[in-house]
C-alpha cells in the first residue's frame, strides 16, 4: 500500500502547536465510495447520489515507559479525532463523528499555565480538511453535534485520574472556540479582499448554534467564557439552524431537509417520525417519499415544530444539553478563474455526456470569440469548422443508428433460418492437477477495489489532503473497533496498547517495518506569557487595579476629638447628642 506523508498538514500542525514539544501524528482515511443519502429524497423525486469518506487523526507523545528500563521512551495516544466527508454534486459536509482524549497530556512537561494543545489540534485538522474539500460555486458544511459523554474512542480512560472531563455546557462552549478560529479566518481573508479590490473570490460564511432547551439569551452565554471581555464571538454567531439553505428545494417536507449522521440524536428522532407516515397507499406498499400528504409528518409539521419537539426527548430533557453546531461556507469565484482553478485541480477536462457542449459552442459563434482549444485538432477549428461540427453529430448518429437497425435485422433472419442445435457440455478427461493454496496477504481487500477517481462530479478527493496510510472502508472499520477494545486505564496499559494500535495499522496498510508510519511534529508557535515568566519578569499589578477602603467620617471625628491617635478609653457622648423627653402638661 503506497504510504503518502502528510507534509502539509504536519506544517499547519507544527505552526499552531507549542514551541520546543514534539508530537507524532498519524492520520487514516479512506477512499471516496457510495453510500446511502444524508438527505431523505423529496415527493416523487430521486435521492442524490452521495460519497463518503472518513478520517481519523491520532496524536502521540512520547513519555518514560514503566516496564521497560529507565531512559527508554515509549508512545502514548492522548488525543484522537474521526472525521467523516460527505460530497454530493451540491453540497459537501464535514461531520465531526467522535473526538476523545485519554488524560495522558500532562506526561509531556507542560506548564499548568499553559492553554492545551488538543483544542489546537481539533481547529487546525478541521480547517485543514475544509480548506482541501472546497468546490466552485458548491456550500461546505461543517456539522457537529456536543453531548458530553465519559469516553468515546479510548475505553478505560474514564479511569485515569488524570482526564479532565467538560459537562454538557463547558463541551459545546469548548467546540464553539474550535471552530472559532475558522470563523474568524475566513471573515478577515474575505475583508482583506474586499479592501484591496479583490472581487473574484468571494467566501460567505455563517456560523450556527442551537441548543434545544435553551432561549437566545443563555446560548449567547455559550459563545463566550463568563471571564472574558471579548464579547466579538456573539457577532459572528446566528443562534438558529441553516437547514433551509442546504437543500435545493426549502419547501420540501421537513423530513427532507434534515440530515442523518451516524449516532445522531435528531437522526434517530426523524426515524421515529417516519412511523407516522402510512406504509400502504392504494394496496401497495411504497417508500416514505411516496406515502400520501406528500411525506410529511403528522405531529411535526415543520421545523420549528420538529425543534420544539426535540427539547422533550430524552437526551435533551433529562437534566442534560445537547448542542447542535453547522459552519456554512460558500465559495464563489468569476468563471474564467472557475476554469483554471478545475483545470489545474483535475488536470484533465472532463466533459460531459455526449462531448463538447453544444450550448457553449453556439454562444461562441453568435459572439464571435475564438473557440477554446482541446487538443490539436481543436486548436486548428475555424468558424466554419463549428458549424460543420455541430451538424455532424446528428447525421453520425442517425448513419449509426441505420447501421444498428440493418444489423439487427441480418442477425434476426440468421437466427430465424437457422437451426439452434443443443449445446453439448465438453467431458472433462486427463488428471486431475489440485490448485494451490492461496497466501494470506496483509490486506486482501487492497488490491481488488477498484481505482477511485481523484475528482468527479460528486465529490474532490486531492492528494495532498489524504490520510498518510489510504485502506479500504472495511479495514478501516476493522481498526476501529479495533481501537474499541483495547485499554486505556493506566499509563503502562495505555502504552501498550498505543503500540498494538500502531502495529496493526501497519500490518493492515501492507507496511514494513522500514516504512515510515506516523510524522513527528515539533510544535513552533511561542507562547508570549510562557515567554515573559521564562524571563523572569514580575506580573505587578497597576496602581489603578488596587483600591482603599475609605475612613468612616464618625470614627475620624472621634479621633479628633480625642486629641490624639489613640482611641479614647471611654465613650462618652456630647450635649448635643443627647434630647430629653419634654414634659406632658399636668393633670388638673
Known amino acids: 500500500m503506497p504510504c503518502l506523508p502528510q507534509s502539509l498538514l504536519a506544517k499547519e500542525l507544527a505552526q499552531s502547536l507549542p514551541a520546543g514539544f514534539t508530537f507524532k501524528v498519524y492520520h487514516v482515511s479512506t477512499p471516496p465510495i457510495k453510500c446511502h443519502p444524508l438527505f431523505a429524497a423529496a415527493p416523487e423525486s430521486k435521492p442524490e447520489p452521495t460519497y463518503c469518506e472518513s478520517h481519523q487523526l491520532n496524536v502521540a507523545i512520547a513519555c518514560p515507559s514503566v516496564a521497560g528500563p529507565d531512559g527508554v521512551h515509549s508512545e502514548i495516544l492522548i488525543f484522537a479525532m474521526e472525521v467523516l466527508v460527505y460530497s454530493t454534486a451540491s453540497l459537501t459536509t464535514i461531520f465531526v463523528s467522535k473526538a476523545d482524549s485519554t488524560g495522558y497530556l500532562h506526561h509531556l512537561g507542560l506548564p499548568r499555565e499553559a492553554p492545551s494543545p488538543l483544542r489546537s489540534i481539533a481547529s487546525t485538522f478541521l480547517a485543514f480538511l475544509s480548506a482541501h474539500r472546497r468546490r466552485i460555486n458548491i456550500k461546505l458544511l461543517l456539522s457537529l453535534f456536543a ?80 471571564m472574558s471581555s471579548d464579547r466579538s464571538q456573539r457577532d459572528l454567531w446566528i443562534i438558529g439552524h441553516p437547514l433551509y439553505l442546504l437543500s435545493g428545494s426549502p419547501s420540501a417536507p421537513p423530513r427532507c431537509l434534515i440530515p442523518r449522521f451516524p449516532d445522531d440524536p435528531k ?35 415543520t421545523l420549528e415544530q420538529f425543534w420544539e419537539a426535540m427539547m422533550f426527548r430524552q437526551e435533551c430533557s433529562s437534566g442534560r444539553l445537547v448542542g447542535f453546531v453547522w459552519v456554512l461556507v460558500e465559495s464563489r469565484k468569476s468563471p474564467l478563474e472557475s476554469a483554471e482553478l478545475a483545470t489545474a485541480t483535475s488536470g484533465v477536462s472532463t466533459p460531459a455526456a455526449g462531448g463538447r457542449d453544444r450550448t457553449a459552442d453556439m454562444a461562441m459563434l453568435r459572439d464571435g470569440s475564438p473557440t477554446p482549444t482541446r487538443g490539436l485538432k481543436r486548436a486548428r477549428e475555424t468558424k466554419s469548422d463549428v458549424v460543420n461540427r455541430l451538424a455532424t453529430p446528428q447525421t453520425a448518429a ?65 492528494q ?40 496493526e495499522v501497519r500490518m493492515t496498510a501492507g507496511l514494513s517495518e522500514d516504512d515510515d508510519w506516523g510524522e513527528s ?13 521564562a524571563l523572569g519578569a514580575v506580573n505587578s499589578l497597576g496602581a489603578g487595579s488596587i483600591r482603599k477602603k475609605p475612613k468612616d467620617d464618625a470614627s475620624a471625628g472621634e479621633t479628633t476629638a480625642a486629641g490624639g491617635d489613640e482611641p479614647p478609653s471611654m465613650h462618652i457622648l456630647s450635649a448635643g447628642l443627647i434630647r430629653k423627653k419634654p414634659k406632658g402638661e399636668a393633670r388638673s
Open 398 to 462: 442517425l448513419r449509426r443508428n441505420g447501421d444498428k437497425g440493418n444489423s439487427e435485422r441480418t442477425v434476426g433472419e440468421r437466427r430465424r433460418t437457422t437451426s439452434r442445435r443443443p449445446e453439448r457440455k465438453q467431458k472433462l478427461s486427463g488428471p486431475i492437477i489440485p490448485r494451490q493454496p492461496r497466501i494470506k496477504k496483509a490486506s486482501p481487500s487492497s488490491a481488488d477495489d477498484p481505482p477511485v477517481e481523484d475528482t468527479s462530479p460528486y465529490y474532490t478527493w486531492p
Open 267 to 301: 437522526a434517530r428522532f426523524v426515524e421515529e417520525l417516519d412511523e407516522e407516515l402510512p406504509e400502504v397507499v392504494q394496496g401497495e406498499i411504497c417508500s416514505p417519499s411516496k406515502r400520501t400528504d406528500l411525506g410529511r409528518w403528522k405531529s411535526a409539521k
Open 147 to 226: 453531548r458530553a459523554q465519559d469516553q468515546y474512542l479510548f475505553p478505560g480512560s474514564i479511569d485515569n485520574k488524570g482526564k479532565h472531563l467538560l459537562d454538557d455546557r463547558g463541551l459545546i462552549r469548548w467546540w464553539c472556540r474550535v471552530l472559532d478560529p475558522i470563523v474568524r479566518s475566513t471573515v478577515s481573508r474575505t475583508a482583506e479582499d474586499s479592501l484591496n479590490g479583490i472581487t473574484s473570490t468571494k467566501d460567505t460564511l455563517k456560523a450556527y448554534l442551537l441548543v434545544p432547551g435553551l432561549d437566545r439569551q443563555e446560548t449567547l452565554n455559550l459563545l463566550s467564557t463568563p
Open 464 to 503: 495532498d489532503s489524504r490520510g498518510q496510510v489510504v485502506i479500504p472502508t472495511r479495514d478501516y472499520m476493522r481498526i476501529n473497533d479495533f481501537l474499541l477494545r483495547l485499554d486505556f486505564s493506566d499509563r503502562e496499559t495505555a502504552q501498550a496498547s498505543t503500540t498494538r494500535w500502531v502495529q
Open 521 to 533: 511534529v515539533t510544535g513552533t508557535k511561542v507562547w508570549e506569557r510562557h515567554v515573559q515568566m
